[in-house]
């Protein structure tokens, strides 16, 4: 079981615009929520290249990239994060039935690491695969190729919970199933999709497998 981390565990959206916001208000650019919008989701490099052109060194990236997620890891250690409805009961149903789940994410592994200390998540999940563990962002599927790698198991026997388009499709082209969640869009192309992870019923994982 792979979870995608922002839009499917919590919904931490608000915090990465003011963390950008403020990361790159020090660099005198003033970034529009429009442009936020459009980039969210995406690798802190082709984020601030986006931004600042494809010739924005590497180490400008790095040290302004680490300025957001300081301050993104700040808001979440200061004000806290909140679960999305339904996603403790699964994470509970889950474990209780022996499955393996791992986080799969290409954000960096300290944001990951707070978010799963804020919540008390340790417990769930066997493995972690973030921004420092691959070099392609979705929709390539290498995040998830990791995932399963590291729980030594079959991407045929995996299944991926994800809000977004391009995570959803590196989950197709990872040979693995897929749950989308309408966090944050009207559409998605997966498996199931739910508005949130309360509609899913009881056997929805179990049926997902059946049908390899």
Wanted: negative net charge.
């Amino acid at each position: 079981m792979l979870w995608d981390v922002d839009g499917t565990l919590i919904d931490s959206s608000e915090y990465h615009w003011l963390s950008w916001r403020e990361a790159l208000a020090a660099e005198d650019f003033h970034v529009t929520r429009g442009q936020f919008d459009s980039s969210f989701g995406r690798r802190n490099d082709e984020i601030l290249r986006g931004y600042f052109g494809a010739d924005f060194a590497a180490e400008e990236v790095a040290r302004v990239g680490e300025a957001k997620e300081t301050v993104y890891r700040q808001l979440v250690r200061e004000r806290g994060v909140e679960l999305l409805p339904g996603v403790r009961r699964w994470l509970d149903k889950l474990r209780s039935e022996g499955w393996l789940q791992a986080l799969a994410s290409s954000a960096p592994r300290a944001n990951l690491e707070a978010i799963v200390s804020a919540l008390d998540l340790g417990a769930y999940f066997a493995a972690i695969v973030s921004a420092e563990d691959v070099t392609r962002g979705k929709p390539d599927p290498q995040v998830f190729l990791a995932a399963a790698s590291k729980l030594k198991a079959e991407t045929a026997a995996c299944v991926v919970v994800e809000d977004a388009p391009a995570g959803t499709e590196a989950a197709r082209r990872a040979g693995m199933r897929v749950v989308g969640v309408l966090t944050s869009r009207d559409e998605l192309e997966a498996d199931i999709v739910v508005r949130t992870l309360e509609e899913l019923p009881a056997g929805a994982f179990d049926g997902l497998l059946a049908r390899v």
